[in-house]
């Protein structure tokens, strides 16, 4: 038998990955949900903060306010992105 490598880039392999742990988290009683800041959603999305605000404004991506900062929880990131690219 020989093995195979599959080659994938890394925002894909990040999201699958991302995808998993937070599948995996959302099954743990009591865990708390990830509160990102813009620059770690927007890097967890693998787009720029011009293209996550636009993302926002387009209602694509969910964004609660503390205060005047913009967060954003990982979870709903996540679903925001295979809703969008199902």
Same mark, same amino acid.
């Given at each position: &038998?020989?093995?195979?490598?599959?080659?994938?880039?890394?925002?894909? @392999?990040?999201? *699958?990955? %991302? %995808? +998993?742990?937070?599948?995996? &988290? +959302?099954? =743990?009683?009591?865990?708390?949900?990830? =509160? @990102?800041?813009?620059?770690?959603?927007?890097? @967890? @999305?693998?787009? %720029?903060?011009?293209?996550?605000?636009?993302?926002?404004? +387009?209602?694509?991506?969910?964004?609660?306010? *503390?205060?005047? %900062?913009?967060?954003? *929880?990982?979870?709903?990131? *996540?679903?925001?992105?295979?809703?969008?690219?199902?």
């Amino acid at each position: &038998m020989t093995g195979r490598l599959a080659v994938i880039p890394e925002g894909e @392999l990040r999201e *699958l990955v %991302s %995808s +998993a742990v937070a599948e995996a &988290m +959302a099954e =743990v009683p009591g865990a708390a949900p990830e =509160v @990102l800041d813009r620059a770690r959603a927007a890097e @967890l @999305l693998g787009v %720029s903060l011009a293209t996550l605000r636009r993302l926002v404004t +387009a209602g694509e991506v969910r964004e609660h306010r *503390l205060g005047d %900062s913009p967060r954003y *929880l990982r979870s709903e990131l *996540l679903e925001d992105v295979r809703r969008r690219d199902p």
